[in-house]
């Protein structure tokens, strides 16, 4: 699984955990809903760290909690 896949599996964990659908997340971090559903369905291969942290903001969590997870920390580095 490469980062990009990684990022929109956690965004989507992340919202079912808070109850969340895609609008509904985009609305409470700011970000229009077609920047969220680009992500998640590989749109956007590269989302900006500062639009991941506006979507972290909108679920009331930092940057160190969207990232600290078993995936990301076995997750190869992908070097190209």
Not at 23 to 34: D, E, I, K, T, W
Not at 39 to 49: F, K, M, Q
Request: one cysteine or more; aromatic letters at 6%; hydrophobic letters at 35%.
């Amino acid at each position: 699984m490469d980062t990009q896949a990684l990022v929109a599996m956690r965004i989507q964990q992340l919202c079912a955990e808070h109850g969340y659908n895609l609008n509904q997340l985009a609305r409470s971090c700011g970000v229009p809903p077609s920047t969220v559903k680009n992500i998640i369905h590989d749109a956007s291969h590269n989302p900006g760290i500062v639009t991941i942290k506006l979507l972290c903001d909108g679920l009331g969590i930092s940057l160190y909690d969207f990232f600290n997870t078993d995936d990301f920390r076995q997750h190869e580095q992908e070097l190209k």
